[in-house]
Structure formats: C-alpha cells, structure tokens
C-alpha cells in the first residue's frame, strides 16, 4: 500500500538586489542566501537558466549590482511514493478529529531525500486511518514538527477542519508547548527569555543561527534544577522555528547536551548520553480540543534514555526508575490560564469533512 505525494507547483522568487550586502556578491551565492537554498542547489539552478538578471542568463560567478532585478524559479521535487508501514506508535490521545504522538527519538517526522521510509508519515498512513490532506500527503496531517533526534508529543490532524483549526491555534499561540532541556553549564538566573531571529546559517546551510534577516523567535526558559555541570530547563516556545531552542541555547552560551550540531555533543560520556541522542523532550502540551472547545492537557514523561541520563547528572540514581522525574522537579507547575478559547458551536456532520 502507498500514497502517491501530490504533484508541486513551481516556486518562483524576484529579488532586487539592494545596496550593500547584495551588491557586489557572486550570483550563486545570493541566490541561496535570499532563497534558503545550498549553495550546490543555488548554483544547480544558474547552470539549468532556472536564474536570469534582468531577463538574461548568467554565470554563477556574475557579480550583482545595485538594481539589478534577479528571477529565480524553483521547480518542485520529483514526485516520490510514500509507503504505508506498519511501524509501532506511542499513541497518547486519539478521537475522530485529531491524534497526539509521543515521538521516538531517532524517527524523522516526514519522507524527504534520504528518508523516504521509516518515517513518522509513513507510520501514520500505515495505520490506515483517516487524515487530513490540507498539508499535503506527504505531511499526513501534521501540525508541527520535532527534529529527528528530539523526542515527545507531536499533533496530527485526521480531518481538513481539525487541521485548520489546530494550525490557527499554533499561529496565535493558543497551543502551549513545553519541553525540557538540559543544558551545559548555568544560565545567569533562573529564568531567562531569549528573543532572537533565527534563518538558515549562511556559512553552513544545513544548520540554523541568529542571523538579523532571519525570522523572530522568542523563548522562555525556567531553570528548574542546578547541577555540577549542568541546569535542567523548562523552554517553553513562542514561535516554532526549524532548531529554536537548540539555537537560541546555543547563543546564550549553554547548548543542549548531547547536541552535535550546536556545541553541546561533547562530554556525552559523563552524563551517560547514547550516540546520536540530545536531551531534549516534548513534554506537554495544552491546547483546546478544534471540534469541542475541551480542554486538552497532555504529557509524556521522559524516556528511559533520558532518565537514565537525569539520575547521573543529579546524582539521583532513583530517578533513573522514577515514573516521571519531571513531576518531581515542578516541570508541570504553572499559574498561567489555559490557552486559547472554546469555540461557541456545536459538533455538526460537516466538522467530519
């Protein structure tokens, strides 16, 4: 059994090189800096004429010039087969609108190059249940994502209703979203906000940074434990941007442990860390229910991995069979209301789609 992802429309994007950092840069080079592209993608598409400057082709190594009006159009990937697989799922919450997964870590959320099997997407269309098909088939009716190596709940959506809904809720900050980090080293005080813009990082595009064209992002961390090496915390998101906690942990100076990509994958050894695994866990999530307006509270206590890792940084050794060791450091403790409001309608046949 599989799906056929559905076909893409080209992307096009017109540039207008401005004075300063545009002016005077190689072709290839802006066209990936402004399009978020590679720099192997961006000159793929200049040698294939998919770029023109002022309605003419040119080399990659064109110099831009003040004024200068670039085309570029970005054709869609090649159409791929999604296979249906039975893979086993943490299922956490499931109605006839939406399901909530507690994500493994190590699963990538959705088929791309390189991960067209073995993926959360497939799971879910393994399952043979209904989803909804407004994010496109390759998304299955996700509303968010997590990255591959960082575990926890994750929203899907089974009817088109349900999903607009659930991503109008995510837009307006009507879903709440926590997870815990542990962090090297020790925040400055015990809660810290970091709102700093974040876009692809130009020196390596296959990582995000703080970059001051890129896209505002704020979060909210609470120290809930001080450690000899290292604070454990609760981030709570703002915004949901491609790596945001590693990043903006990683700016202040205190990277996620564990984490290769952004400074914190050294001295995994000392807290009992596996290869290829952050310490990073989407604990809990509040949001109301698209359909009913029901208030939905839900949480997944911290994997056995990171457990076992929690009792060696703390010395705690119990909380490696602790049944969920966020309880007992306050990680569920909050004054604040519950988000979002109840819609004023009643269930009716047109919510199923």
């Known amino acids: 059994m599989s799906a056929l992802a559905s076909p893409a429309a080209p992307v096009a994007h017109d540039l207008v090189v401005a004075e300063g950092e545009d002016a005077g840069e190689r072709l290839d080079l802006l066209v990936a800096r402004r399009c978020d592209l590679s720099r192997t993608q961006a000159a793929t598409l200049v040698a294939n004429g998919q770029v023109t400057v002022n309605a003419k082709r040119e080399k990659a190594s064109y110099r831009s010039v003040t004024g200068d009006r670039v085309q570029v159009v970005i054709p869609p990937p090649p159409g791929r087969d999604i296979v249906a697989e039975q893979i ?40 043979g249940e209904p989803l909804a098909e407004g994010g496109g088939e390759e998304r299955a009716g996700l509303v968010h994502r997590l990255d591959k190596d960082t575990s926890g709940l994750l929203i899907v959506a089974k009817t088109d209703v349900a999903h607009r809904s659930l991503s109008a809720a995510l837009a307006a900050r009507h879903v709440t979203r926590r997870y815990v980090a542990l962090c090297w080293g020790h925040l400055a005080s015990d809660a810290l906000t970091v709102e700093k813009p974040i876009g692809r990082d130009p020196r390596d595009r296959t990582r995000m940074a703080i970059v001051p064209d890129g896209k505002m992002a704020r979060t909210d961390f609470a120290r809930l434990a001080r450690f000899d090496s290292a604070d454990l915390l609760r981030a709570h998101l703002h915004s949901g941007r491609t790596h945001q906690i590693r990043v903006h942990l990683a700016a202040v100076g205190h990277p996620v442990v564990g984490d290769d ?47 076992e890792s929690l009792a060696v940084v703390s010395c705690m050794p119990e ?8 309880d007992f450091f306050g990680f569920y403790r909050t004054d604040e209301p519950f988000p979002g409001q109840a819609p004023a309608r009643d269930v009716d046949d047109d919510d199923r789609d």
């Open 88 to 127: 086993p799922l943490d299922i956490v919450y499931e109605d006839d609108y939406l399901l909530v997964v507690n994500k493994a870590a190590g699963m990538v959320v959705h088929p791309a190059p390189g991960n067209w099997t073995g993926t959360l997407v497939n799971a879910l269309i393994g399952r």
């Open 261 to 307: 990509t952004y400074g914190g994958g050294g001295g995994r050894r000392l807290v009992a860390l596996p290869g290829k695994r952050h310490f990073l866990h989407a604990a809990w999530l509040r949001f109301r229910h698209p359909i009913t307006g029901a208030a939905v509270d839900l949480r997944a206590p911290l994997p056995t991995d990171l457990r």
């Open 319 to 326: 909380l490696a069979t602790h049944q969920d060791p966020l």
